[in-house]
């Protein structure tokens, strides 16, 4: 496979040029170019510039409102609905964040309901966030159906990843981004665009038979992680995403898109809480001593540690040549 180098801020900048010229204005432009660019920081590289052909299919086909201008409502005090109006996730996030923070920091619990987004990203950066201000976090969102329940062949859930983190003060927060199927859909796809096979009980092909060929699962289904255990995740993920926003199950989702190859319209739960409000002074030094009895255990290695340290490098990544070439003729 043929790299090219690109330091993070050539990512962020040719990410914002390239939905500038696609439609976007410029706060939106700078929401994707800023969760794309941390996503490549990070080494997620599966959700990073590998989505922008994604973004720009659903922005070209009118799918996708790149001049929308999120609103909120408070349904309760620690109840925020943000309604995106047709625009990428982002955006809802960055201005439904903020409230979410100050409304858990009160009350001690808070429930952040993002309607009529674009989910099209990775999790970890809300619930970080509000692992960075001292709060717990979960998010979870569904998506197009990939991923046959337990026990079947057809698909019925979309990838349904589930996030969640805990803030460690002085050091780097405990999080997690995963996948209710056994992998992502998009490392399944970047998979296949290399080369390389991915592990049996990944997904069936087309003919509902176990494959290590990734563009066989991709024509075919997904299985969710751990047989049942992971099929009751992802039914729970479909229920608070969209049961409890009010927004599209993953098969509505697939039924009213427009097949423009981007994401479709859904729904993000994203939940808060405060261990000083619910657990009291001194929960610090509590799970702090857990946290050391784990790391003290030789080959465990914290969830979110990887990113942490993939993050303190500044120099340039390694990024696909021909998918360089892609976006720049988005331009």
């Known amino acids: 496979m043929s790299t090219q180098e690109l330091g993070l801020d050539a990512i962020y900048d040719l990410a914002k040029k390239v939905m500038l010229a696609n439609g976007c204005d410029v706060a939106n432009a700078e929401a994707l170019a800023d969760i794309i660019s941390r996503a490549e920081r990070d080494g997620s590289h599966s959700h990073g510039l590998f989505r922008v052909p994604g973004y720009v299919k659903a922005l070209r086909s009118g799918k996708v409102d790149g001049k929308a201008k999120p609103t909120i409502k408070h ?78 062949k057809e698909a019925l859930f979309g990838t349904n990843p589930l996030s969640f983190a805990w803030p460690r003060p002085d050091h780097d927060p405990v999080v997690y981004d995963m996948a209710t199927a056994s992998m992502a859909m998009g490392d399944v796809q970047i998979a296949a665009r290399d080369g390389r096979e991915v592990p049996l009980g990944t997904g069936l092909d087309e003919n509902g038979q176990l494959t290590t060929d990734p563009a066989a699962i991709a024509k075919g289904v997904l299985l969710p992680f751990g047989g049942y255990k992971g099929s009751a995740i992802a039914l729970m993920v479909e229920l608070l995403a969209a049961g409890m926003t009010g927004e599209q199950f993953s098969f509505e989702a697939r039924e009213t898109d427009n097949k423009d190859g981007g994401p479709p319209r859904g729904g993000e739960m994203i939940i808060g809480l405060s261990p000083t409000v619910v657990a009291g002074v001194g929960w610090q030094d509590h799970v702090e001593g857990f946290m050391q009895k784990m790391t003290a255990i030789d080959g465990v290695r914290m969830p979110g540690a990887r990113r942490h340290k993939n993050r303190l490098n500044k120099g340039p990544r390694q990024i696909n040549a021909a998918l360089i070439e892609t976006i720049n003729s988005f331009l």
């Open 75 to 152: 349904i309760t005090p620690a109840v925020i609905q943000v309604d995106g109006h047709g625009c990428f996730a982002p955006l809802a996030q960055s201005v439904g964040l903020p409230v979410l923070v100050e409304a858990t920091h009160q009350i001690g619990i808070g429930a952040l309901s993002l309607v009529g987004v674009h989910h099209f990203a990775a999790l970890w950066p809300e619930t970080e966030y509000l692992a960075d201000r001292g709060l717990v976090g979960i998010a979870c969102t569904a998506y197009m159906p990939a991923v046959a329940p337990a026990g079947s």
